[in-house]
């Protein structure tokens, strides 16, 4: 069966860098639309980067600039580094998989990994 396993999530001070990854096992990654979610407590679901199988990628407006996403085949992994980051940051991120075209809206993503936790102080 499909498994998304996302690493990397950590406790770090405002305007460090992470780096969360995302692998795919029994998923050719680079066929799908992959998405980066977060949610913090008490808040909805929110997507904040997602990449294409034919490459565009998205991201939220509050990201942009600090956030980059990233594929690498060989590895059937998707990353997200994260830089310049700020405790509203804070959240669970999730990495989810959709077999069509990207969407922003979560209830479109097939598959979902367990989370990693953020947290920026």
């Known amino acids: 069966h499909v498994q998304l396993v996302e690493s990397g999530g950590a406790s770090v001070h405002a305007g460090d860098s992470l780096r969360l990854s995302c692998n795919a096992v029994?998923?050719?990654?680079?066929?799908?639309?992959v998405g980066w979610f977060r949610q913090a407590p008490g808040k909805e679901r929110e997507q904040v980067a997602s990449?294409?199988?034919?490459?565009?990628?998205f991201y939220e407006d509050s990201v942009k600039g600090r956030f980059t996403i990233s594929r690498d085949s060989a590895k059937n992994t998707v990353f997200l580094q994260m830089n310049q980051l700020q405790p509203n940051d804070t959240a669970m991120y999730y990495c989810?998989?959709?077999?069509?075209?990207?969407?922003?809206?979560?209830?479109?993503?097939?598959?979902w990994g367990q989370g990693t936790q953020v947290t920026v102080s």
């Open positions: 029994n998923l050719n990654i680079a066929t799908v639309c």
């Open positions: 990449i294409d199988s034919d490459g565009p990628t």
């Open positions: 989810a998989a959709r077999r069509w075209q990207c969407t922003v809206v979560p209830s479109d993503f097939d598959y």
